[in-house]
């Protein structure tokens, strides 16, 4: 499957953004999605994913984001959606988004990754 993530820019610190995440060449509901961002310099850190648990899904996000962002996905358009609010500039990252497969553990698919710069 191939990942195609858009949606970063520049934002004042307090703003939001809208990070989207669109599969091709896969069964995108078969595919549990998150969310990543890495600094130059850091490890590559876990933000949000929606993944399926039995009969329905479920969030989970870093404690760094929660309250703050909200993840979506829109399997009729194979798409994910990160909505970022009240971003502060420790939020500034490349974002990537990222598949795997439903009751695993590894991301296998990644996304070619798209900046976000906030500034204070």
Do not use: H
């Amino acid at each position: 499957v191939q990942l195609q993530a858009s949606g970063g820019g520049m934002v004042l610190a307090g703003g939001s953004l809208r990070l989207s995440c669109t599969a091709s060449g896969g069964t995108f509901y078969s595919y549990d999605m998150g969310w990543f961002r890495q600094t130059p310099g850091k490890e590559r850190e876990f933000v949000s994913a929606v993944m399926w648990n039995f009969d329905k899904y479920v969030d989970k996000y870093s404690d760094s984001v929660k309250g703050r962002f909200t993840i979506s996905r829109d399997d009729g358009k194979s798409t994910v959606f990160l909505q970022m609010n009240s971003l502060k500039p420790d939020d500034t990252a490349v974002y990537y988004c990222a598949a795997k497969y439903r009751y695993t553990e590894r991301y296998l698919y990644w996304g070619q990754g798209t900046l976000v710069t906030v500034s204070s």
